[in-house]
């Protein structure tokens, strides 16, 4: 009987550790790589000036329709290699 509530015992905690790594993934890592995702899309699809110091300043189109101007983008070149 000891050991079969020693396996109980395991488990349980065995679920729990899953479940807190679970949670600080969702609740820690999540957002700043949802974050990342999200910029290099519009980067990707960004009209884009002149890069100065490996950065450029780039304008898209929301999903609302409306310009934003104020993503800085690294530089396509660095990126993708001379066009």
Not at 14 to 19: D, N
Not at 50 to 57: P, Y
Request: charged content about 20%; proline content about 4%.
């Amino acid at each position: 009987m000891k050991e079969a509530s020693g396996e109980l015992n395991m488990t349980a905690i065995t679920i729990l550790a899953i479940a807190a790594v679970g949670a600080f993934f969702y609740l820690v890592i999540w957002p700043g790589l949802r974050n990342n995702i999200e910029r290099s899309q519009q980067c990707s699809s960004a009209v884009c000036g002149v890069c100065t110091n490996g950065k450029q300043t780039c304008s898209y189109t929301n999903k609302d329709g409306k310009i934003v101007t104020d993503l800085e983008c690294p530089c396509k070149e660095e990126i993708h290699g001379p066009q």
